[in-house]
Every structure is written in structure tokens, then in C-alpha cells.
């Protein structure tokens, strides 16, 4: 169970974009006006309105150029106040330090031989964005102007600019694309009468009809995916009661069957005060608690190792080992780390492991102890069949899961986002139930059950009447609240009252009691092995991989 709960958790994990760990900043309004010149150049100048949340450094730019085209006099300005550029390759850094403001900023740049020149047109086509724009533009246009008046002019916007084109009567053409999502591609193409451009180099061949065949291309698509979307709203909205349904009835029906097996479970409980000793210590922890054992837990299993007779314990930090003779395989893996890696093999000393885990060489040995340790105690749980076996209704709810994500991605296809966000919803609800409904048997309801009580009864019952139980059962109480302990170790606490209360009795009987030296030493071995990660992320892409994006820093 445990390692399903952190595969599903990783995977959330890895859905959290980068950029939430960077600079956080909008791109509220971005206007581009390319202003094409006799020679075949391009002046280009760009507004960017950004809106910061938190302290930034300036922002970015990068601008990846075609093949046989260069960018050149890159500048940057806010105001009538100029700002410094740093150039890294085809990134610009513009440097603006501020905090929790709304700033625009115009960059100016010239991109030589931007235009094409054939026999038949003159053509600007080119990416000013890419799927390496890591935000997203919101309210974004871009304008070609022509060097002179222009009356024959062809245009075509390709992926997010297209049918955004508007020719005005200069010729000059506007594409206004709205809200760009980051990583989108959207290239523009304008084709101009060649001579406009007299001093731009001529190339063989002609260029207007395969505008014209993209045209028609893109159209007939388009055509084709607007015939698709019909279809696929008739298919989404049919399956949206049917999906809504099948979620109420599996949720509905393990509502239906916990009732059931609480009413069951009420009419036989026993009420017995101390429970039985079905599960280890650690297992009832794993079963009853949480699945991710801690410092605390470790503490208990030798305490619970101390009860059994495994091991003796000499005084409040020496301990000797009795017998490895146990059926259970965790208590012999915390004998080996607690005894052999960290011990002599015979005796141990408290302190022994806080001075083993602050060696760096030994944090993988102890960290992958603790990883079969925590297993094992999950695999004496599973072996108890404290869960009942429902495999039928959780293969269903993977069907169901299947199929909505399956709708999700199609209706996502064609644009369809209420069906989309319904369907993921969905799949995801359909998908939670599958990982986390596992329910309880009687038996396994039952020893829930008793050390659930037993843990609300140690806050309100008198200190005499631990006396009443036998050694045998305090101890076993005493681990259990050890291991599940939250309240930090410098307050006040029910172990530490608990191990007050009985503290002088088994100081004679062999056992010392001190929680918190018990606790802290665990507890800064934890903390001395604690591991860290990081990763990076990169994309590529664009028209003749040229292209970019904007950036903040």
C-alpha cells in the first residue's frame, strides 16, 4: 500500500511545473510590429507589459534566427530609460530588478535577409515564438508592415495564428492571437510584390502557390477538425451522465458496505481494553497509523524487541542481544542494523548510532535497512488478511479510470474543455478509488478498532490504573504510544506521563525508560541521513528550429 501512495504521489509531483520554483510573473500584454525595409531587413519592435509577484532581476528573451537570417543591434528600454542586455548565444537577459510590480518593457532589434525573395513574391515568414516560450502571452498581436504601400498581399497564419490575419488597407497585416499558452507554436507568413523590395537578393523559383496549397491544406483540416468536434461534443455530452453515475455508484457502494460492516462490527465488539497480540508493535503502528514509519517507530520495535526477550537492556543506552531467534523478518533486520552495523554484533549503545549515521558513507546501508524494514513490517500486515478482497470492484474502478481519461484526451483534442476538465475529473476520482479502497475485514476491523480506543482512553484514564496491568501489556501500550508520538519531544506528553507512571517499577525489572534520549537519538539519525535531489528540463523547436520565448529571472 505504502509504495502505491508514493508512486501516486511522485507522479503529482512531477506534474508541478518548473517555473513555480522560479520567478513568478504574467505576461499580461505582448505587441510585435515588424517593420519590413527596401533591402529585405526586418526592424522589429516589441512590448511586453509583465506583472511581477515577488522579487525578479530583469527578464528574458531568446531568439533563435532562420538559417541565412541574423539578429543584430538588440536593445532594450523602458521608458525613455535605457537598460542593460546580456547576451548568451540566442538569450538576452534584460537586467530590471523589482518587486511585486507591473513593468513594460520594449525590446528593439534589427533580423537581416528576413525576407525571401522569389520571382513571383517577397515573403517574411518567420516563428517569433515557440514551444520554448516557457509563459504564456496573454493579448498577444504581431504586425507586418510593408516598406511602401501594398496592394496584393497573401497571408497565412500556421498552428495557434491561424485565421487571426487581418489585412489592412496599407498592406500591413495583423495577426492578433489573443492568450498564447506557453509552449505553443504559432508561425506568421506575408508575401509581399517582389518589387518592394529592390535590393533584396533574388532567389530561383516561386513561393505564392505554396502559401496557397498550405492554405487550402490548413482549411481542409480545419474543415475536417470542426466535423470532429461536432462529433465529439455528440460523444461527451452522452458520456457525462453515464460517467457522473458510475462515480456515485462505486463511491456509493463502499459508503454502503463500510456502514454495513461498522453496524456488523458494533453488535460483536468485545470492547477489549488492552488488544490482543495479533500484530507486532511496528505492524500495529503500519496498520493502524500510517504506513510511513519514522524515528518514533524505530523506537518502539526496540522497545518491543526489550519485551519480547530478544534483546537486554542494561541501562538507559546499553543494550546486549539475547536471541535472533524470531518468525518475523523485520525484527531481524532491525536486529542486524541495530546490532551488526552499528554494534559490536553482540552489544549495542545509543549513542552508537547517532555517531554511525553522521558518517556520510553509511547513509545508504542505513537508509536501505530502514527501506526493507519499513517493507517487512508491510508485508506482516499483508499477511494477516486484515483487508477484505475486492478485486472485481477495483479492476472496474482501472476500467473506468481508463475509459475517462481516454474521453479526456479526446474531447481535450477538439478543444472541448468543460468535457475535457469533467473527464479528468473523473479519471482521477476513478483512479484514487482503484489505489486507496482497501476495505477492512472483521478481524482487521476489529484490531483497528481496539487500539484506536485504547489511544483515546490513555488521555482521560487515571495514572493508578496502569497499575492494574501486567508488565507484559504496559510495555506493549507503552510502545505503541511511542511509536505513534507527535508531540515534540521538549513538551509535555502522554508516553512521557505513561513512562512516568511505571518508570521506578521496571527500572527493576530490566528496563529503563528514558523517551526522550530514546526518541531524540532516532530521531537525529533521521535528520543526519536525510538525502536531496534536483533535476533540470529543456524543449526545443520552431520553423527551421528557428523561434523562442520570453522569460523573467
Known amino acids: 500500500?505504502?509504495?502505491?501512495?508514493?508512486?501516486?504521489?511522485?507522479?503529482?509531483?512531477?506534474?508541478?511545473?518548473?517555473?513555480?520554483?522560479?520567478?513568478?510573473?504574467?505576461?499580461?500584454?505582448?505587441?510585435?510590429?515588424?517593420?519590413?525595409?527596401?533591402?529585405?531587413?526586418?526592424?522589429?519592435?516589441?512590448?511586453y507589459t509583465y506583472e511581477f509577484d515577488g522579487d525578479f532581476n530583469g527578464i528574458t528573451r531568446q531568439i533563435k534566427p532562420k538559417a541565412g537570417t541574423a539578429v543584430t543591434g538588440f536593445s532594450a528600454s523602458e521608458g525613455a530609460k535605457k537598460l542593460e542586455v546580456e547576451q548568451y548565444g540566442d538569450l538576452y537577459k534584460i537586467h530590471r530588478t523589482g518587486g511585486d510590480e507591473t513593468i513594460t518593457i520594449q525590446l528593439s532589434y534589427t533580423i537581416s535577409n528576413a525576407v525571401e525573395k522569389f520571382e513571383d513574391g517577397a515573403?517574411?515568414?518567420?516563428?517569433?515564438?515557440?514551444?520554448?516560450?516557457?509563459?504564456?502571452?496573454?493579448?498577444?498581436?504581431?504586425?507586418?508592415?510593408?516598406?511602401?504601400?501594398a496592394q496584393e498581399v497573401e497571408y497565412l497564419g500556421y498552428e495557434e495564428a491561424y485565421g487571426?490575419?487581418?489585412?489592412?488597407?496599407?498592406?500591413?497585416?495583423?495577426?492578433?492571437?489573443?492568450?498564447?499558452?506557453?509552449?505553443?507554436?504559432?508561425d506568421i507568413r506575408v508575401?509581399?510584390?517582389?518589387?518592394?523590395?529592390?535590393?533584396?537578393?533574388?532567389?530561383?523559383?516561386?513561393?505564392k502557390n505554396d502559401l496557397i496549397n498550405d492554405r487550402n491544406r490548413l482549411a481542409i483540416q480545419q474543415a475536417a477538425f470542426e466535423k470532429n468536434q461536432q462529433t465529439a461534443n455528440i460523444v461527451g455530452l452522452a458520456a457525462l451522465p453515464v460517467a457522473a453515475f458510475m462515480i456515485a455508484f462505486l463511491f456509493g457502494l463502499a459508503f454502503r458496505k463500510r456502514r454495513r460492516a461498522l453496524q456488523d462490527f458494533n453488535a460483536q465488539d468485545t470492547g477489549a481494553f488492552v488488544p490482543d497480540d495479533e500484530l507486532s508493535i511496528p505492524a500495529a503502528i503500519y496498520f493502524t497509523k500510517s504506513p510511513f514509519l519514522g524515528p518514533n517507530a524505530l523506537a518502539a520495535a526496540l522497545v518491543e524487541l526489550v519485551r519480547k526477550g530478544l534483546v537486554q537492556q542494561h541501562s538507559e543506552d546499553q543494550y546486549e542481544l539475547v536471541s535472533r531467534k524470531t518468525e518475523l523478518l523485520h525484527e531481524l533486520t532491525l536486529i542486524?542494523?541495530?546490532?551488526?552495523?552499528?554494534?559490536?554484533?553482540?552489544?549495542?549503545?545509543?549513542?552508537?548510532?547517532?555517531?554511525?549515521?553522521?558518517?556520510?558513507?553509511?547513509?545508504?546501508?542505513?537508509?536501505?535497512?530502514?527501506s526493507d524494514w519499513n517493507e517487512q513490517v508491510a508485508q506482516e500486515v499483508r499477511q494477516k488478511n486484515l483487508y477484505e478482497n475486492h478485486s472485481g470492484i477495483r479492476?472496474?474502478?482501472?476500467?473506468?479510470?481508463?475509459?475517462?481519461?481516454?474521453?479526456?484526451?479526446?474531447?481535450?483534442?477538439?478543444?472541448?474543455?468543460?468535457?475535457?476538465?469533467?473527464?479528468?475529473?473523473?479519471?482521477?476520482?476513478?483512479?484514487?478509488?482503484?489505489v486507496f479502497y482497501m476495505?477492512?475485514?472483521?478481524?482487521?476491523?476489529?484490531?483497528?478498532?481496539?487500539?484506536?480506543?485504547?489511544?483515546?482512553?490513555?488521555?482521560?484514564?487515571?495514572?493508578?490504573?496502569?497499575?492494574?496491568?501486567?508488565?507484559?501489556?504496559?510495555?506493549?501500550?507503552?510502545?505503541?504510544?511511542?511509536?505513534?508520538?507527535?508531540?515534540?519531544?521538549?513538551?509535555?506528553?502522554?508516553?512521557?506521563?505513561?513512562?512516568?507512571?511505571?518508570?521506578?517499577?521496571?527500572?527493576?525489572?530490566?528496563f529503563y525508560l528514558n523517551t526522550l534520549l530514546l526518541t531524540g537519538i532516532f530521531m537525529a539519525a533521521s535528520s543526519n541521513t536525510i538525502a536531496e535531489a534536483d533535476?533540470?528540463?529543456f524543449a526545443d523547436g520552431g520553423v527551421g528550429d528557428a523561434g523562442g520565448g520570453s522569460g523573467a529571472f
Open 1 to 47: 500500500m505504502e509504495r502505491k501512495m508514493l508512486a501516486f504521489f511522485s507522479f503529482f509531483l512531477l506534474l508541478v511545473p518548473a517555473e513555480v520554483f522560479a520567478v513568478d510573473f504574467g505576461i499580461n500584454n505582448a505587441d510585435i510590429q515588424a517593420e519590413l525595409d527596401r533591402e529585405g531587413n526586418a526592424f522589429v519592435t516589441e512590448r
Open 123 to 149: 515573403q517574411f515568414f518567420w516563428p517569433f515564438f515557440d514551444d520554448r516560450n516557457v509563459k504564456t502571452y496573454q493579448d498577444l498581436d504581431i504586425t507586418v508592415s510593408p516598406p511602401a504601400a
Open 164 to 186: 487571426t490575419a487581418l489585412l489592412s488597407k496599407d498592406g500591413s497585416v495583423t495577426f492578433t492571437l489573443g492568450d498564447v499558452t506557453a509552449g505553443a507554436n504559432g
Open 191 to 207: 508575401i509581399y510584390a517582389p518589387e518592394l523590395f529592390p535590393a533584396a537578393d533574388l532567389k530561383p523559383g516561386a513561393v
Open 336 to 370: 542486524k542494523l541495530l546490532f551488526e552495523q552499528i554494534g559490536d554484533g553482540t552489544q549495542f549503545q545509543l549513542s552508537d548510532i547517532e555517531t554511525y549515521t553522521k558518517n556520510k558513507t553509511n547513509h545508504i546501508p542505513y537508509n536501505d535497512s530502514l
Open 395 to 434: 479492476w472496474l474502478s482501472v476500467g473506468l479510470c481508463t475509459a475517462f481519461a481516454a474521453l479526456a484526451f479526446y474531447t481535450a483534442r477538439y478543444d472541448l474543455y468543460m468535457e475535457m476538465a469533467f473527464f479528468g475529473f473523473s479519471a482521477l476520482a476513478a483512479l484514487l478509488f482503484a
Open 439 to 510: 476495505p477492512l475485514a472483521a478481524r482487521g476491523r476489529r484490531i483497528k478498532a481496539q487500539w484506536k480506543r485504547l489511544g483515546k482512553a490513555l488521555k482521560k484514564m487515571p495514572a493508578e490504573h496502569w497499575e492494574q496491568l501486567s508488565q507484559n501489556e504496559w510495555m506493549r501500550v507503552y510502545a505503541f504510544n511511542l511509536g505513534c508520538e507527535t508531540t515534540p519531544i521538549n513538551r509535555p506528553s502522554a508516553v512521557l506521563a505513561l513512562s512516568d507512571n511505571r518508570a521506578n517499577q521496571l527500572d527493576q525489572d530490566g
Open 535 to 537: 533535476g533540470s528540463t
